[in-house]
């Protein structure tokens, strides 16, 4: 539960989350009282009108539950423009996915104009809600599409994505793994374990964890299953990743004994995934050892992952920063405290990840990944 107690929402909004809290109830009750907590972060996340990312309320920047690295500034895109145009052969696209508030999306067109670089710009986005929102922002000429092309050419951009996909959630024992699913007890919801089956079971046996007594974490087949898609469509280019989150054998430590759930409401973060479902994002931290497996299985090459503070700084953001004139505090100090949260390791810098994955690319290695290259601890 909270810790402190959490802001209350309006009528309107606890009456959307109740018209869910009903859904998940009816769904509970063609299902033996018990459903995966996959499942249930799929209905709370995306349930059509209901879910997080498939309402009207807010939910970037200082009026939503978090800001995205996006929202701070242009810094991001403008440095992240260097690398993608090194990328861009002729007729290549850029494909973002999830694209939130459209904030990347329109300073990185605008950035790599800026380059010289023009390519088409897609943005597959499931929530028709958040779409709406983009195409209100992008001023750039771009195309929303609903499903992958196949033998796409170009860049593939995922920010913070898979750290929203669901996610299994598991306790190992010395007796065995049990999964941890959603029920209702006493009219509320709450946690219900039961013996891990099947590819869930196989997952977590394979996972690197030491079991003494309980051991509490989660694992995302449908991040894996994502990989495996994008895959199949990528003739050539490159899927560049950015999420929080570590390498298997740090995201299975032993003292991180409680795993990586967070929850998401107005600007605070809590470990409470049955509060008001439906107001509230909900995220596990994303295992870069299992894309780069699912990578590896599907005949992408893992071109190089590394901390967002590095990424960056190989991408040349000292550099952009040091462009500006910092006697005119009023454009330089906003871009200074952009940086600082981008690079700082107590913020984004270290925290946050990211990976890239290609076929077919000769200019390896990547700008982003010239220094302090973690590959090989994934």
Same mark, same amino acid.
């Given at each position: 539960?909270?810790?402190?107690?959490?802001?209350?929402?309006?009528?309107?909004?606890?009456?959307?989350?109740?018209?869910?809290?009903? &859904?998940?109830?009816?769904?509970?009750?063609?299902?033996?009282?018990?459903?995966?907590?996959?499942?249930?972060?799929?209905? *709370?996340?995306?349930?059509?009108?209901?879910?997080?990312?498939?309402?009207?309320?807010?939910?970037?920047?200082?009026?939503?539950?978090?800001?995205?690295?996006?929202?701070?500034?242009?810094?991001?895109?403008?440095?992240?423009?260097?690398?993608?145009?090194?990328?861009?052969?002729?007729?290549?696209? *850029?494909?973002?996915?999830?694209?939130?508030?459209?904030?990347?999306?329109?300073?990185?067109?605008?950035?790599?104009?800026?380059?010289?670089?023009?390519?088409?710009?897609?943005?597959?986005?499931?929530?028709?809600?958040?779409?709406?929102? %983009?195409?209100? &922002?992008?001023?750039? #000429?771009?195309?929303?599409?609903?499903?992958?092309?196949?033998?796409?050419?170009?860049?593939?951009?995922?920010?913070?994505?898979?750290?929203?996909?669901?996610?299994?959630?598991?306790?190992?024992?010395?007796?065995?793994?049990?999964?941890?699913?959603? !029920?209702?007890?006493?009219?509320?919801?709450?946690?219900?374990?039961?013996?891990?089956?099947?590819?869930?079971?196989?997952?977590? %046996?394979?996972?690197?964890?030491?079991?003494?007594?309980?051991?509490?974490?989660?694992?995302?087949?449908?991040? &894996?299953?994502?990989?495996?898609?994008?895959?199949?469509?990528?003739?050539?280019?490159?899927?560049?990743?950015?999420?929080?989150?570590?390498?298997?054998?740090?995201?299975?430590?032993?003292?991180?004994?409680?795993?990586?759930?967070?929850?998401?409401?107005?600007?605070?973060?809590?470990?409470?995934?049955?509060?008001? #479902?439906?107001?509230?994002?909900?995220?596990?931290? *994303?295992?870069?050892?299992?894309?780069?497996?699912?990578?590896?299985?599907?005949?992408?090459?893992?071109?190089?992952?590394?901390?967002?503070?590095?990424?960056?700084?190989? !991408?040349?953001?000292?550099?952009?920063?040091?462009?500006?004139?910092?006697?005119?505090?009023?454009?330089?100090?906003?871009?200074?405290?952009?940086? %600082?949260?981008?690079?700082?390791?107590?913020?984004?810098?270290?925290?946050?990840?990211?990976?890239?994955?290609?076929?077919?690319?000769?200019?390896?290695?990547?700008?982003?990944?010239?220094?302090?290259?973690?590959?090989?601890?994934?």
């Amino acid at each position: 539960m909270p810790v402190e107690p959490l802001p209350q929402p309006d009528a309107a909004a606890r009456a959307a989350s109740a018209a869910l809290l009903e &859904r998940i109830a009816q769904a509970l009750g063609r299902s033996d009282n018990w459903m995966s907590f996959a499942r249930y972060m799929e209905l *709370v996340l995306h349930a059509p009108g209901l879910g997080y990312y498939a309402s009207g309320q807010a939910k970037f920047g200082a009026a939503g539950d978090f800001v995205t690295a996006p929202e701070l500034g242009t810094l991001l895109a403008r440095t992240l423009a260097r690398q993608v145009a090194e990328l861009l052969g002729p007729g290549d696209a *850029v494909l973002e996915f999830g694209a939130g508030s459209g904030a990347l999306a329109d300073a990185l067109t605008e950035a790599l104009a800026a380059r010289g670089a023009h390519p088409e710009y897609l943005i597959l986005e499931p929530s028709a809600e958040l779409a709406e929102r %983009q195409r209100a &922002r992008v001023r750039a #000429p771009a195309r929303w599409i609903d499903a992958l092309p196949d033998g796409f050419r170009g860049v593939m951009i995922a920010n913070e994505v898979l750290d929203a996909m669901p996610a299994h959630a598991l306790t190992w024992t010395p007796q065995g793994v049990l999964e941890r699913g959603v !029920c209702i007890n006493e009219a509320q919801l709450a946690w219900c374990e039961r013996p891990a089956t099947g590819a869930v079971l196989a997952a977590a %046996q394979a996972l690197p964890v030491e079991v003494d007594e309980r051991y509490e974490s989660e694992l995302s087949l449908a991040a &894996r299953a994502w990989v495996r898609t994008l895959a199949g469509h990528l003739a050539r280019g490159v899927i560049l990743v950015i999420d929080y989150g570590f390498p298997a054998r740090e995201y299975y430590h032993p003292q991180r004994s409680s795993g990586t759930l967070m929850c998401h409401y107005r600007h605070r973060a809590h470990g409470d995934p049955f509060f008001l #479902p439906g107001l509230q994002d909900i995220t596990t931290h *994303v295992d870069f050892s299992a894309l780069a497996q699912a990578a590896d299985e599907t005949g992408l090459e893992v071109l190089g992952y590394t901390g967002q503070a590095q990424f960056l700084i190989n !991408c040349g953001i000292t550099d952009l920063l040091g462009e500006e004139d910092a006697a005119d505090v009023r454009r330089y100090a906003p871009l200074a405290a952009e940086a %600082q949260t981008l690079l700082s390791p107590t913020e984004m810098g270290e925290l946050f990840k990211v990976i890239a994955f290609g076929r077919r690319i000769d200019a390896a290695p990547l700008r982003g990944f010239t220094s302090g290259d973690r590959s090989h601890t994934l």
